[in-house]
T-cell receptor, first 116, second 114 residues
């Protein structure tokens, strides 16, 4: 079974600084997707960034980028120029690309605080 | 389109009662998912529909849980004979195959069993 581990229950960052959230996963599959989701307090979860395992290039979305190390099964999220609106729970998630399997496996999350 | 809508947002029920939650996905989305999120945990997959067909169910979905998606539109999740351990946030998500299959989540229904 696939597992996703986020070893940092809480993190904090000064506004305008950079922070990196860690995620490791375990799978025997070679083709899969990895995601970072953001869940603000009392609001719905939204997709921040997505990485296809077959792609060597790390995904970027504006201030958000990932460091994907397939051999190490590591998938960290870097947030640059942190803003107050970045404060939220961040979940790392995995999904196998095999036909008929569409469930996401989530980590326990990292609570990010942004200090003004 | 206002996104994935869930109703109610909060539900308090007595142990042993039945409860039903509703999810309205984004209108053109053909896939719909239910997840459960307990305090301090990430969401856990419960079940998945493609159109009206329920194609995948987690072992977490005990016999007391049933989900439907009639006509491939909205979905309901019913919990019979609720237990205190059922207290959680129940999240619904939908996606459109052929559109990167990105899952869009609703705000969830928070269930408290007393």
């Amino acid at each position: 079974a696939q597992t996703v581990t986020q070893s940092q229950p809480e993190m904090s960052v000064q506004e305008a600084e950079t922070v990196t959230l860690s995620c490791t996963y375990d799978t025997s599959e070679s083709d899969y997707y990895l995601f970072w989701y953001k869940q603000p307090p009392s609001r719905q979860m939204i997709l921040v960034i997505r990485q296809e395992a077959y792609k060597q290039q790390n995904a970027t979305e504006n201030r958000f980028s990932v460091n994907f190390q397939k051999a190490a099964k590591s998938f960290s999220l870097k947030i640059s120029d942190s803003q107050l609106g970045d404060a939220a729970m961040y979940f790392c998630a995995y999904r196998w690309t095999g036909a008929g399997s569409y469930q996401l496996t989530f980590g326990k999350g990292t609570k990010l605080s942004v200090i003004p | 389109d206002t996104g994935v809508s869930q109703d109610p947002r909060h539900k308090i029920t007595k142990r042993g009662q039945n409860v039903t939650f509703r999810c309205d996905p984004i209108s053109e989305h053909n896939r719909l998912y239910w997840y459960r999120q307990t305090l301090g945990q990430g969401p856990e997959f419960l079940t998945y529909f493609q159109n009206e067909a329920q194609l995948e169910k987690s072992r977490l979905l005990s016999d007391r849980f049933s989900a439907e998606r009639p006509k491939g539109s909205f979905s309901t999740l019913e919990i019979q004979r609720t237990e205190q351990g059922d207290s959680a946030m129940y999240l619904c998500a939908s996606s459109l195959v052929f559109d990167r299959d990105e899952a869009f989540f609703g705000q969830g229904t928070r269930l408290t069993v007393v």
